[in-house]
C-alpha cells in the first residue's frame, strides 16, 4: 500500500489515491466486483473502496437488510484483498447524498489525497439532477465508465462538463479533484435484480457471484418472496 505522495518513474509528484465504488449491492455480484478490480488496476489506485448506499426500509425489504447487504460485501471482500469496504453510508440515519459523503471523506483526509468516485455512464447522464453536482468535482474526480458503442451526449449541461473537464487517466495521480476520466470498459452481464428473480423462481445464480456470498443468501434464506 502506498502513503502519501511518492515519485512516479517519472519523477512526477504522485498523490494517494482513494476510488469509491457505489452501489445497493443487494447482493454483491461479479459484475461489481470485476469492474471495481478493473478499475483499481487499470488507473493504479492506491485504494478501491466499495461504498453501499443506505436504502429506505421499503427498499430494503424483503430484499436484504443494511446490515445483510454489508454482511454479503464483506464475504464477497474475503476473497480480494485489493478490493475494501466503506460503511459510512450505511452508518448514517437516512439517505445520504453523494455529495455529503464526499464532503466527510475531504475533510477525514485533507487535501493533498486524490479521490475519484466511480460511475455509469447512465449516471453521469443523469448527474445535473443530483443534489450540488456542481460541486463534486470540487471535492473530487469523476471516473465515468463508459460501454464499448455508447455514445457521449453533444448537447446540454453534460456535454459541457465533458468538454471542460475530461482528462487523461494519470490526472488522478497528479491533482486531489477536478478531473472526469473516461474509460471504456465491457461489463458482465450481471445484475443485482436478475440474482434476485433467479432465486425467487427457484433457481440457482451460482457463477454470477462468489460463492461464499450464494451461501449467505442461502443460510438467511433471502431473496425467496
Ligand atoms: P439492480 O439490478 O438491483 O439495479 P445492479 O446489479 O445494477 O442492481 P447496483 O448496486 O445498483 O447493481 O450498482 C452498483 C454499481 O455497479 C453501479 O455503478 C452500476 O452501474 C454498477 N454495475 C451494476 N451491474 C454491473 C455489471 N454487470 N458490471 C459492472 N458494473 C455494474
Redesign the pocket.
Known amino acids: 500500500m502506498t502513503q502519501g505522495r511518492h515519485k512516479t518513474a517519472q519523477g512526477a509528484k504522485r498523490m494517494k489515491s482513494i476510488a469509491l465504488f457505489?452501489?445497493?449491492?443487494?447482493p454483491v455480484?461479479f459484475?461489481?466486483l470485476r469492474?471495481a478490480l478493473e478499475l483499481r488496476q487499470a488507473l493504479n489506485f492506491d485504494e478501491m473502496r466499495l461504498l453501499p448506499a443506505h436504502l429506505p426500509a421499503h427498499r430494503d425489504n424483503p430484499g436484504a437488510t443494511a446490515n445483510q447487504r454489508r454482511d454479503m460485501l464483506l464475504q464477497a471482500l474475503q476473497e480480494c484483498r485489493e478490493l475494501s469496504l466503506d460503511e459510512r453510508e450505511l452508518r448514517r440515519k437516512g439517505i445520504t447524498y453523494t455529495v455529503d459523503t464526499l464532503e466527510a471523506l475531504r475533510t477525514e483526509l485533507g487535501t493533498k489525497v486524490s479521490i475519484s468516485f466511480c460511475?455509469?455512464l447512465d449516471?453521469l447522464l443523469n448527474l445535473p439532477r443530483w443534489y450540488r453536482w456542481e460541486r463534486l468535482l470540487e471535492l473530487a474526480h469523476l471516473v465515468v465508465v463508459t460501454r464499448p458503442g455508447w455514445q457521449l451526449p453533444q448537447a446540454g449541461e453534460v456535454a459541457a462538463l465533458l468538454s471542460e473537464k475530461t482528462a487523461a487517466a494519470k490526472r488522478v495521480h497528479e491533482t486531489a479533484a477536478g478531473c472526469l476520466i473516461l474509460r471504456e470498459q465491457t461489463?458482465?452481464?450481471?445484475?443485482?435484480?436478475?440474482i434476485r428473480q433467479m432465486i425467487k423462481a427457484g433457481h440457482s445464480p451460482q457463477f454470477l457471484l462468489p460463492d461464499a456470498v450464494l451461501q449467505y443468501i442461502q443460510r438467511c434464506r433471502l431473496y425467496l418472496t
Open positions: 457505489g452501489g445497493t449491492f443487494n455480484h459484475g461489481h469492474m460511475m455509469g449516471s461489463l458482465l452481464p450481471i445484475s443485482a435484480s436478475c
